[in-house]
């Protein structure tokens, strides 16, 4: 069974443009969630989806926004980029929401804004 | 709030010694703890994790940990390390309804030939 994937695996933008990163979870998950993974700030979560509903964000400005789409699989934008944006985004998948099920997570994108 | 803490940085040890990895935490109410591994350009592999009954947790590669609630902690130990073994380790707290983690910010282990 494939794992997490996450596309573009690395992304280079100026400040200022947008960004969509797309996850497209294991197969028959529903549940994703996205992590923010920089040195500074270690790993911070971002959003998490369960059928195509965002049940619980993190405490990240309005300029971080996503989606879960009917077959499960996300996208997360990020407009009027800052230099600190720059990071490790991750992407997790589980069967369903709640800590009982096991989250996989993928290889993620790496952000850079110059 | 939930939170956790990992007071070790980075740790280094020989090939075949053993290990703990510390990891306190803060909770109000029974927590869902985890332990992963994230080796360099990887995303995070689940350990192991804890959610009740028995405090003594068996993971994957011989891994395990152990849940105090009497000191708010959960260590991660294995008995032999491998070369294999080296990477950063993160400990997580995670709540009922929600698959939202709150990681801490993780030890890197490096493993000496």
């Known amino acids: 069974k494939a794992g997490v994937t996450q596309t573009p695996r690395y992304l280079i933008k100026t400040r200022g443009q947008q960004v969509t990163l797309s996850c497209s979870p294991i197969s028959g998950h529903r549940s994703v969630s996205w992590y923010q993974q920089t040195p500074g700030q270690g790993l911070q979560f971002l959003f998490e989806?369960?059928?195509?509903?965002?049940?619980n964000k993190g405490n990240f400005p309005g300029r971080f926004s996503g989606r879960q789409f009917s077959n499960s699989r996300s996208e997360m934008n990020v407009s009027t980029l800052e230099l600190g944006d720059s990071a490790l985004y991750l992407c997790a998948s589980s069967l369903a929401s709640g800590p009982q099920e096991t989250q996989y997570f993928g290889p993620g994108t790496r952000l850079l804004v110059l | 709030a939930q939170s956790v803490t990992q007071p070790d940085i980075h740790i280094t040890v020989s090939e075949g010694a053993s290990l703990e990895l510390r990891c306190n935490y803060s909770y109000g109410a029974t927590p869902y703890l985890f332990w992963y591994v994230q080796s360099p350009g990887q995303g995070l592999q689940l350990l192991l994790k804890?959610?009740?009954?028995?405090?003594l947790v068996q993971g994957i590669k011989g891994f395990e940990a152990e849940f105090k609630r009497s000191q708010s902690s959960f260590n991660l130990r294995k008995p032999s390390v491998h070369w294999s073994d080296a990477a950063e380790y993160f400990c997580a707290v995670g709540a009922r309804n929600t698959d939202k983690l709150i990681f801490g910010t993780g030890t890197r282990l490096q493993v000496f030939p």
């Open positions: 804890y959610f009740s009954g028995d405090t």
């Open positions: 989806y369960f059928s195509e509903t965002q049940r």
